[in-house]
């Protein structure tokens, strides 16, 4: 099984080698390597997965490489094997897979078709390497790793000015919490000597008590551990404050926006967090803090995905808002729910990023939604996937998104924390109100087409490349959550991978009872009535356009501006950074270095030396007086001491 | 019998000459070369007088194998004067001062 797992992280890795030797190919073969190097992957993973719950080994690490083998620690590159960890790589590679069967239609007009396969492939490696790390080591490579490939991708067209400004704003902001990833990385280096994810665990309970010294204050240092990995979290996983890099993200390929949002870039912070649930769960505060972003971000995000109006921000402002959902998830300590609202949004958010690239193809690179409409007739297929995509979104009853947007939100409601419970619950109608307005403006009202492309035929909608991802997107994305549910729920999926179970038995047996009766149960409660209201206030206000709002406009600009966010990062940033830079140079580089020592230092041997060549005065007569008179003195010296 | 203290004053009075001559000539290069010889000259008429005093030829030898050398070098220092005047058409001393810092 080790080896297997081994073959199955190092496929996409070996394909991105080969895909490099031959990047001046043919695509044939770039089609080739990269798609077969995923699929080994995901059968691989499926693969190990029916052998993992068949045989049910427990967790298992192993170690190959050895980086640094000194006495106080040792760094490996080394395989953890557990429920949690394949089934993320099941995930990964399966919206991974049909992402890069999408491209192939997708992309097949580019010019760096092969350079994009390249990138991809790598993007996958870098998320199996995270999500099979057995230690923060490997973690923090992966992570890395995921950082540069998004920042690759982000700015897949290099000559387009906005895509580099976006991947160097991911790029930058991404670095701000690798700052607390990499603090917290070594102070666990400095407080247990190790690395390795198990013998974190063992030693959990009695590391608790430690505490470090910072600057003079104290923390305990499991906390301060906790706190500092899960800044780096907030920034991959996009939670205020580091959000903003990831609507900015959508100048990349449709195809990569499905990539980084459903599978290998912004669930990693999710990932690391419930990897590290066991440890979580010993700290105090932190895990208040985690659930308080969490929703903060659920709520505020998603008011601003009402203003947008390119197809592909709105729905990366619903990542970050769904996101926070599996944040707050994991502050309520419900990590077994967050990585199932993890699963499916990876599904579900794939099939929405792959409808809205169907779309943008259709109309010819337009992603304004007021320039796209009536494409209902004209694109059935991505029609019925993106309305079963958004129903998942939205969660009404029996669909993936359903189960698992319902449970968090019932459960952190359940356990009693009113003010994250009341903005989750507000949240379902912002979520509402902005998928069905892509929704009906997309494929109702007047189509924007024109007139020799409106063609009812259905063969004229994209290739069957693109659709065919749409088509297997749409199963896991509706009935997904209505298999894994129970077994997720009593702890069979995850088993002990994450803590807190007995947290969940609780909810599951004074809540849940079945997924039939949750279902049933849904119905009588007060977040079906608010999604009643959102779709029917929808329906009247972007469809039937029966009245119209007038929004203040102050709330219209914060909203747009995101609450300060654009200016604070486009704006105010660059220009304090600016300023302090300015003075660095004026004051550093300029005053001491540059003046101070270079130009000084030489002007004082100048200065010395232009004094000292006026005893050279190259008359003969003057240095036979002076050797003379040496000479003299030289005596009178000798007469002297004797 | 004239003194030796006279020989030795004698020779002071050529040396002093010689090294004035060196310090204070600002015209000629080969007043320089000539003040040079004499410089020699007094310091072996040194050798001499204080050989013959205290006995010794050793002294006097000496003297022939020094001006050997010095016939080398005014040969030596004349032939750089040649090669100068060629290069520079001078030999005046104040020209002479590409060592300047």
């Known amino acids: 099984m080790i080896a297997l797992t081994l073959i199955l ?10 895909l490099l030797l031959c990047q001046n190919s043919s695509k044939d073969l770039t089609i080739l390597i990269s798609n077969i190097s995923i699929l080994i992957a ?90 099979f790390a057995n230690n923060f080591l490997q973690l923090f490579i992966g992570w890395e790793l995921v950082g540069l490939s998004s920042y690759l991708l982000i700015g897949f067209w290099i000559k387009k000015e906005s895509a580099i400004k976006a991947n160097y704003k991911a790029f930058l902001v991404n670095r701000v919490g690798d700052i607390g990833l990499l603090l917290g990385l070594c102070l666990i280096l400095l407080s247990y000597n190790t690395t390795d994810y198990n013998q974190i665990f063992q ?76 440890l979580y769960e010993l700290t105090d505060g932190v895990l208040i803090f985690i659930l308080y972003v969490g929703s903060i971000t659920a ?57 809205a690239g169907s779309i943008i193809i259709k109309c010819h690179h337009e992603q304004d939604i007021r320039k796209i409409g009536g494409l209902r007739k004209y694109m059935p297929i991505t029609y019925l996937a993106f309305m079963y995509a958004s129903l998942s979104l939205i969660g009404f009853p029996i669909t993936s998104g359903f189960y698992s947007k319902e449970s968090i939100i019932d459960a952190i409601g359940y356990f009693g924390h009113t003010i994250p419970y009341l903005m989750l619950l507000l949240s379902i109608f912002t979520t509402t109100l902005y998928t069905s307005k892509i929704f009906f403006k997309v494929f109702f009202g007047e189509s924007t087409l024109p007139k020799e492309e409106q063609n009812e035929n259905p063969s004229n909608e994209n290739d069957r490349q693109m659709l065919l991802p749409l088509f297997i997107l749409t199963a896991p994305s509706v009935f997904l959550g209505l298999f894994i549910y129970d077994p997720l729920m009593i ?143 030289l005596l009178i010296l000798m007469r002297i001491t004797h | 019998m004239i003194p030796i203290s006279y020989y030795l004053i004698l020779s002071t009075i050529i040396f002093t000459l010689s090294v004035a001559g060196i310090f204070l000539n600002r015209k000629n290069i080969l007043v320089l070369l000539m003040s040079l010889e004499l410089m020699f000259l007094s310091v072996n008429f040194n050798l001499i007088t204080l050989g013959n005093y205290l006995g010794d030829l050793t002294g006097q030898v000496f003297v022939f194998f020094v001006l050997t050398v010095v016939a080398a070098e005014s040969a030596i220092g004349l032939a750089l004067l040649i090669v100068l005047f060629r290069n520079k058409k001078t030999i005046d001393v104040d020209d002479l001062s590409e060592l300047k810092g």
């Open chain 1, 9 to 18: 992280l190092l496929s996409p890795l070996i394909g991105t080698l080969l």
């Open chain 1, 203 to 278: 030693i959990k309970n009695s590391i608790n008590i430690d505490s470090v010294s910072i600057f003079g204050f104290t923390f305990n240092a499991l906390s301060a551990i906790c706190l500092l990995l899960f800044i780096g979290a907030m920034a991959k996983s996009a939670q205020v404050p580091l959000q903003f890099w990831l609507p900015d993200s959508m100048e990349g390929p449709t195809p990569i926006s499905a990539l980084i949002h459903a599978a290998t870039m912004v669930t990693a912070g999710i990932y690391m967090v419930a990897r590290l649930s066991p």
């Open chain 1, 491 to 633: 702890g069979i999926l995850f088993q002990n991978s994450l803590a807190a179970n007995e947290l969940m038995m609780s909810f599951y047996n004074g809540y849940v009872i079945n997924s039939f009766k949750f279902f049933l149960h849904s119905f009588t409660t007060i977040n079906f009535l608010i999604l009643l209201i959102g779709l029917i206030f929808s329906y009247l206000y972007y469809y039937k356009k029966a009245f119209s709002i007038n929004v203040p406009h102050f709330i219209r600009t914060t909203l747009t501006k995101e609450y300060g966010f654009e200016s604070l990062s486009s704006y105010l940033i660059p220009k304090v950074q600016n300023i302090f830079t300015k003075y660095l140079w004026r004051k550093i580089d300029i005053s001491t270095i540059d003046n101070g020592l270079i130009n000084n230092t030489s002007s004082f041997i100048n200065n010395l030396s232009s004094k000292m060549k006026k005893l050279q005065t190259g008359f003969i007569y003057h240095y036979s007086l002076i050797i003379i008179s040496a000479l003299i003195l």
């Open chain 1, 299 to 355: 709520f505020f995000l998603g008011l601003v995905a009402l203003v947008q109006n390119d197809i592909k921000r709105i729905i990366a402002y619903s990542t970050i808002s769904q996101l926070g959902y599996m944040t707050a998830a994991l502050g309520a300590s419900l990590y077994s729910l967050a990585m199932f609202h993890l699963i499916t949004h990876a599904f579900f958010k794939a099939l929405l990023f792959l409808c």
């Open chain 1, 42 to 131: 995901f059968l691989l993973s499926l693969f190990i997965l029916y052998l993992f719950y068949s045989s049910n080994p427990g967790p298992i690490s192993a170690n190959f490489l050895t980086f640094a083998d000194t006495k106080l620690f040792s760094l490996h590159f080394g395989i953890y094997i557990d429920s949690l960890a394949l089934i993320m790589s099941s995930v990964v590679t399966s919206v991974s897979l049909l992402v890069h069967y999408y491209s192939i239609s997708y992309m097949k007009d580019d010019t760096s078709f092969n350079r994009f396969f390249i990138y991809t492939n790598f993007f996958t490696f870098s998320m199996l390497l995270i999500v």
